[in-house]
């Protein structure tokens, strides 16, 4: 069993007779320290795995397990916990906080468990870490779209969660910024973390170690 153990899980969507089969008896191992890539076209039933990876929905049968433990046997404030410790999240539409500069959204993950002080350190180191040390005092309107793209992997990396999951990371911007994002998924994988990451682009796939393929809620390659 892998840090992850994903063990015969469903997802459906809605009652019969309108119901939606989002994925059906997916199994899939995924190894500490590993890169890997959900890839599928619309409807595959990628991003409901990502989402049933993050503790934020259930699966409708089947188990998730997490170092061995079930992930779902968590209670609701269990689970919060979990995604607070644990998970680092990069969503495509990013959710940075406009009226909040690239500092202060970084920090939002740390004010509460760790107060403003010691949080502007950190988030300081986080922000050098991705090349924005110098833009910190910025809002999100005066930034760029690659730099808030860079904001949000800040964020995302900030607690050092050893988990980071990306939801079509690059899918809003040119070929050249993907592949700078690209670039810092697999500088944080080689610092240790375990990335999964969604996408329809084959070039930022293939940054990744494997390429699982989904088809119709099914995987249909990459499960090895």
Known sequence: MGLI?????????????RAVVALKD??????KGEFIAFMGPSG???????????????????????EGASLYSLSVEELADFRA??????????????YLTAIENVMVPLVISRGRGSSLDIAYRALKQVGLEHKIHYLPGQLSSGEQARVAMARAMVKAPPIILADEPTGNLDSRT?????????????????????????????GAQRIV????????????
């Open 178 to 206: 993907g592949q700078d994002i690209v670039h810092l998924l697999q500088a944080a994988n080689e610092d240790g973390h375990t990335i999964i990451i969604v996408t329809h682009n084959k070039d930022v796939a293939g």
């Open 26 to 31: 997916v199994s899939l191992d995924i190894e």
């Open 44 to 66: 595959s039933g990628k991003t409901t795995l990502l989402s049933i990876l993050g503790a934020m929905s259930a699966p409708t049968s089947g188990e998730v397990f997490i």
């Open 85 to 98: 410790r644990c998970l680092g999240f990069v969503f495509q539409q990013l959710h940075l906080i406009s």
């Open 5 to 17: 153990s994903v063990q015969h899980i469903s997802k459906v969507f809605g009652e019969s007779p």
């Open 213 to 224: 393929c989904l088809l119709d809620g099914e995987i249909i390659a990459g499960n090895e």
